[in-house]
């Protein structure tokens, strides 16, 4: 199962003094989702109220995900629940979010899968790894990349000189210089042919062959095709955005321009938003292209839970569908 690393007296102290703070204060809605704030160089975590669900502690946060959500005690990581419980003691050289009922765990110079008790489901031996999509985890050993099981076990060993995380059931892979994509069992569906692409969302996957940018299929037929796109980015509820002429819009499912390019970049959306840059500042577009929320904010991230992350300067806030701000960006 692994050695797990021993917990410092210093840690410990530490530790004893964040469950303190945390145990029975505000979870106004410990059911919902939580989202990680910093103030005052803690870390905490608010509801999507903006209320304060665990009070500003850790020194460091990522976000929930399956109950459990990574959190730095002094320079180690481990898990609390929405309550601010303890859940996972702070003993990993770092901690990832959850997904598929592992997460990703850093012990010294090695990557292992921990489960929700903290135990290593498997041990850490890899120099590098994703999260768990669709049952299987790329892992790098020897500078070569694979896949491997919720047991651990290779499915596909590894010899990829990339790959990225499976989504809808296929992985893209780099062998030598071209990309293709490999279902879960490791097989080829779609030959390495292409320079470059990503992976496949709503069934399709941008690619760049070399002279064109466009869009295949899960069988790698092209369904989208158009000279003028110099880049493209993943379908998200039927829209994607692309980049002509220097200037980013956003298609629809048949490739077709539904807003005119005339950002200067564009994120993915989610729920019915998606951020845009216009001379160096961030705002947000409904799928129609209108500017719903006006471009203000020095970076964004796409709306999750009700929420998106906003950064004034070096001070990192949270805003609603409406841009109304719910939690002031602070430090």
Not at 106 to 122: H, N, T
Request: charged letters at 20%; hydrophobic letters at 45%; one cysteine or more.
């Amino acid at each position: 199962m692994g050695v797990r690393p021993v917990l410092p007296p210093s840690c410990a102290l530490v530790l004893a003094c964040v469950a303190g703070v945390v145990t029975g204060l505000l979870a106004a809605s410990a059911s919902g989702t939580l989202f990680p704030i910093v103030s005052g160089g803690k870390y905490g975590f608010i509801d999507v109220r903006g209320h304060v669900a665990l009070r500003p502690a850790f020194a460091d946060a990522g976000e929930f995900s399956e109950s459990l959500a990574p959190v730095k005690v002094a320079s180690h990581w481990g898990y609390v629940d929405a309550q601010g419980r303890v859940a996972i003691r702070p003993v990993f050289d770092f901690a990832g979010t959850f997904a598929e009922g592992l997460a990703l765990a850093l012990d010294g110079d090695r990557f292992g899968f921990i489960d929700v008790r903290g135990e290593w489901a498997i041990p850490p031996r890899f120099t590098s790894a994703g999260d768990f999509h669709d049952g299987r985890a790329r892992v790098e050993m020897a500078g070569r990349w694979g896949f491997i099981d919720r047991a651990g076990t290779a499915v596909v060993e590894p010899q990829f000189d990339s790959a990225y995380d499976f989504s809808e059931g296929l992985a893209a892979v780099r062998a030598g210089t071209r990309w293709g994509f490999v279902d879960t069992a490791g097989a080829f569906v779609i030959p390495p042919r292409f320079v470059d692409t990503y992976r496949f969302s709503e069934g399709k996957a941008w690619v760049y062959s070399g002279d064109a940018i466009g869009y295949v299929d899960r069988t790698g037929a092209v369904v989208i095709r158009n000279p003028e796109f110099q880049e493209a980015g993943i379908f998200s509820g039927g829209l994607a955005w692309v980049r002509v002429r220097d200037k980013y819009g956003i298609i629809d499912a048949s490739g077709t321009l539904v807003v005119a390019p005339r950002f200067d970049l564009v994120l993915p959306f989610t729920e019915e938003l998606a951020g845009v840059n216009v001379d160096g500042k961030w705002g947000f577009v409904d799928r129609g292209g209108r500017l719903v929320i006006a471009c203000q904010y020095d970076l964004v991230q796409p709306f999750k839970g009700g929420l998106a992350q906003v950064t004034v300067g070096d001070r990192r806030g949270y805003i609603d569908g409406r841009g109304e701000t719910v939690w002031a960006p602070s430090r």
